[in-house]
């Protein structure tokens, strides 16, 4: 996930879903072979997201919910995870 890039989409709620699906896309494209692993992946693209808009507030609100469902789900497999957190973006 490239960090220089900017959010382009405007309205908060887009933004927030835009984010959330960025947040599992993350997820899913991931080749973590444990959670751990996967953990910090998400952990980094999550910061990216973060900084391309750091005003809107929606988009830090579904990432915190994201990051939840990830902690919720910790202790899944990794497959049952990424499914989870697609689940809570759509």
Do not use: H
């Amino acid at each position: 996930m490239r960090s220089d890039k900017k959010i382009k989409d405007k309205g908060a709620p887009l933004i927030g879903v835009s984010v959330a699906l960025g947040y599992a896309l993350s997820a899913a494209n991931s080749r973590s072979v444990s959670v751990e692993e996967l953990k910090k992946r998400l952990k980094i693209d999550s910061e990216k997201l973060r900084a391309t808009r750091p005003t809107a507030v929606n988009l830090f609100w579904a990432l915190d919910r994201m990051e939840k469902k990830f902690l919720q789900c910790e202790f899944k497999d990794i497959k049952c995870i990424k499914k989870e957190i697609l689940k809570e973006a759509c």
